[in-house]
């Protein structure tokens, strides 16, 4: 049973770009949640989806975006990159309250 | 606004000796409790959960943790650790009417001598 996967592993942006960033599920999990993770700081919550829509968001400008596939699968979106965006950005997935990870996307914005 | 502190960012322990991570959260309604752990070069795991019932939970590995809701507190131990408890372990908080959001401390690094 495959758990949750993230990808790609690292990507590397400049000032302004957009980004894409996915997520797999794991197996029989219908919600997804994005947090990310600052050097040397806890998770900071995204957003969570499900049945393909936002259902609960953090304290993040409008700039980062989401979408559910019918699959449960899951991409974040950032536009307009920062520098300040470069992070660890973690997918997790659940059934019900407990939340499971991915290995998360390593993003460095130059 | 909702926190989480964890009081010690840096732990160094020799083998065999007892450890206890503090966790302390703001939020005066009903919670969900967790514990994670990083080990080197891997994602984060689940190591114990607290809902409801007995405020003493055991987790994986022979940790444990306890929740008084007094204290706002759910600190984590183990009587004694080993060369490999060697991780970054979070307390996260789950606000009951938060849907799932997990609030997060900023972890600490727990580095246990041979």
């Known amino acids: 049973d495959a758990g949750v996967t993230q990808s790609p592993t690292h990507l590397i942006k400049t000032r302004g770009q957009q980004v894409t960033l996915r997520c797999s599920p794991k197996?029989?999990?219908?919600?997804v949640s994005w947090y990310q993770q600052a050097l040397g700081q806890g998770p900071q919550f995204i957003f969570q989806?499900?049945?393909?829509?936002?259902?609960q968001r953090g304290n993040f400008p409008d700039r980062f975006s989401g979408h559910q596939f019918p699959n449960y699968s899951s991409e974040l979106n950032v536009n307009a990159l920062l520098l300040g965006d470069s992070a660890l950005y973690l997918c997790a997935s659940s059934l019900g309250t407990v939340q499971y990870f991915g290995p998360g996307t390593r993003l460095t914005v130059t | 606004a909702q926190s989480v502190s964890q009081h010690n960012h840096h732990v160094i322990l020799s083998e065999a000796a007892s450890l206890e991570l503090g966790c302390n959260y703001s939020y005066g309604g009903t919670v969900n409790l967790f514990w994670y752990v990083q080990y080197p070069g891997q994602h984060l795991q689940l190591l114990l959960k607290y809902f409801s019932g007995d405020p003493l939970v055991k987790g994986i590995k022979g940790f444990e943790a306890e929740f008084i809701k007094s204290k706002f507190s759910f600190n984590l131990r183990k009587p004694s650790v080993q060369w490999s408890d060697t991780a970054e372990y979070f307390c996260?908080?789950?606000?009951?009417?938060?849907?799932?959001?997990?609030?997060w401390g900023a972890g600490t690094k727990l580095i246990i001598k041979p």
């Open positions: 197996s029989g999990h219908d919600t």
């Open positions: 996260a908080v789950n606000p009951a009417d938060s849907n799932y959001q997990l609030i």
């Open positions: 989806y499900y049945e393909e829509e936002e259902r």
